[in-house]
């Protein structure tokens, strides 16, 4: 069964710092990976979705990148801000289903 | 809808009573995924529909769960007999196709916070 953990489950920066969230799973047949983020209360909401052939993915200040071989990714936020503040999850598709990670916590102080 | 609407936001139940979530997905998406998020885990996978296909029910952690999803749009998921550990957030996911591929992003409700006293 795939399994998928996410280094560290807390961090908390200073506004402005670069910052580099983990991603790790165990099976490496996948058809893509997706980072998501949560707010309190609220649903997830898709920050950018990765394909198996691809290495990387950019979406403003956010970039996110792919080794299926080494079963990781990682999601780098540069200059990051208070707004975000949230936890942040990736999973994994396998076809008909997705294997989450249990997620990072992320507090960017002002 | 612009989103995945889910209904109600929250509910509180007596053990033992019956409860049913609701989730409206984007319209035109074919493929539907309800999830449990219990404090502090990840998210759980419970079942899957994707079009006039049978549902993967493998996720289904008991037989007082259950979920159907009339007419290819809303679904209702359904817990009989509620018990204490059933406490938790259902979350609601929509997607365009089923299996990967560009468009297989996967769209989420705001979820239900169950509470059983």
């Known amino acids: 069964k795939q399994e998928v953990t996410q280094i560290p489950a807390a961090l908390s920066v200073p506004e402005g710092e670069n910052l580099v969230l983990n991603c790790s799973f165990t099976?490496?047949?996948?058809?893509?990976l997706q980072w998501f983020r949560q707010d309190p209360g609220k649903g997830l909401t898709s920050l950018l979705l990765?394909?198996?052939?691809?290495r990387e993915q950019t979406s403003g200040r956010l970039n996110a990148s792919l080794d299926k071989s080494s079963g990781r990714s990682t999601l780098y936020i540069a200059a990051s801000q208070p707004g975000d503040s949230a936890t942040y999850l990736c999973?994994?598709?396998?076809?008909?289903?997705?294997?989450f990670g249990t997620g990072t916590s992320l507090t960017v102080i002002p | 809808g612009a989103g995945v609407s889910q209904s109600p936001s929250n509910k509180v139940t007596e053990k033992g009573k019956d409860v049913e979530l609701r989730c409206d997905p984007i319209?035109?998406?074919?493929?539907l995924y309800w999830y449990r998020q219990s404090l502090g885990q990840g998210l759980e996978f419970l079942i899957y529909?994707?079009?006039?296909?049978?549902?993967?029910k493998s996720g289904l952690p008991s037989d007082r769960f259950s979920a159907e999803r009339t007419g290819g749009s809303v679904s209702t998921l359904t817990i009989q007999r509620t018990q204490q550990e059933d406490s938790a957030v259902y979350l609601c996911?929509?997607?365009?196709?089923?299996?990967?591929?560009?468009?297989?992003?996967?769209?989420f409700g705001a979820g239900t916070r169950l509470s059983v006293l």
């Open positions: 999973a994994v598709n396998t076809g008909n289903q997705f294997y």
């Open positions: 319209s035109g998406h074919t493929a």
């Open positions: 990765i394909q198996s052939s691809q």
């Open positions: 529909f994707q079009g006039n296909s049978a549902p993967d």
């Open positions: 996911a929509s997607s365009l196709l089923t299996s990967g591929g560009p468009k297989n992003i996967q769209y």
């Open positions: 099976d490496s047949a996948i058809y893509n």
